[in-house]
């Protein structure tokens, strides 16, 4: 397995990987467009995986939550593994090297969402420092169909030592 940035000719297996995903778990029902995929997500922050024989079987980004400036080190985190890799790692791997670009790029909070039950997804998370912060009732809309969320979220350790006071001044997020 190998995590790398993800690159250009990567996209129609991203899109791929993503339409076998579409549906409550993903909180979307189709896949966007290139040019809307491109604006969505954070340039440094998108990674693919690829098994031993270099083929793309899964990506993560993350995705400002909002543009207002004091939200800037906020993030909210998408991984998706075609179905035939799951289970494997692969998603392991590139939320572990997800959470490495956001602490090294002075991100303090990633943010997550997962469809109930979502039990592999939310032991993921939180065997990387997520926690449980809650769940939001009727959060998406698919089809018709309200869906709940349980939201997770990561604050750095890097940005926000264990012994910090949470007054702080906070650097600047890239």
Same mark, same amino acid.
């Given at each position: 397995?190998?995590?790398?940035?993800?690159?250009?000719?990567? #996209?129609?297996?991203?899109?791929?990987?993503?339409?076998?995903?579409?549906?409550?778990?993903? $909180?979307?029902?189709?896949? +966007?467009?290139?040019? *809307? #995929?491109?604006?969505?997500?954070? +340039?440094?922050?998108?990674l693919?995986?690829? /098994? @031993?024989?270099? @083929?793309?079987?899964? #990506?993560?980004?993350?995705?400002?939550?909002?543009?207002?400036?004091?939200?800037?080190?906020?993030?909210?985190?998408s991984?998706?593994?075609?179905? %035939?890799?799951?289970?494997?790692? $692969?998603?392991?791997?590139?939320?572990? /090297?997800?959470? /490495?670009?956001?602490?090294e790029? %002075?991100? #303090?909070?990633? *943010?997550?969402?997962?469809?109930?039950?979502?039990?592999?997804a939310? *032991?993921?998370?939180?065997?990387? %420092? $997520?926690?449980?912060?809650?769940? @939001?009732?009727?959060?998406?809309?698919? %089809?018709?169909?309200?869906?709940?969320?349980?939201?997770?979220? @990561?604050?750095?350790?890097?940005?926000? +030592?264990?012994?910090?006071?949470?007054? *702080?001044?906070?650097?600047?997020?890239?």
């Amino acid at each position: 397995m190998h995590i790398r940035p993800l690159l250009a000719r990567d #996209w129609e297996d991203v899109a791929a990987i993503m339409a076998s995903s579409l549906g409550p778990a993903a $909180f979307e029902d189709e896949v +966007p467009s290139r040019d *809307q #995929w491109e604006a969505r997500y954070l +340039p440094g922050h998108r990674l693919v995986a690829a /098994n @031993r024989e270099g @083929r793309v079987t899964g #990506w993560a980004a993350l995705e400002p939550v909002c543009d207002r400036p004091a939200l800037a080190g906020v993030a909210m985190v998408s991984v998706f593994v075609e179905p %035939g890799h799951r289970g494997q790692g $692969f998603g392991r791997h590139l939320l572990t /090297n997800l959470v /490495n670009s956001a602490d090294e790029a %002075g991100l #303090w909070t990633l *943010q997550a969402y997962v469809a109930p039950p979502g039990t592999a997804a939310i *032991q993921l998370l939180k065997d990387l %420092g $997520f926690r449980s912060v809650g769940r @939001r009732e009727r959060f998406a809309r698919l %089809g018709g169909v309200w869906h709940d969320a349980v939201v997770l979220e @990561r604050r750095s350790p890097t940005v926000f +030592p264990q012994d910090a006071d949470s007054t *702080q001044e906070v650097p600047e997020a890239s």
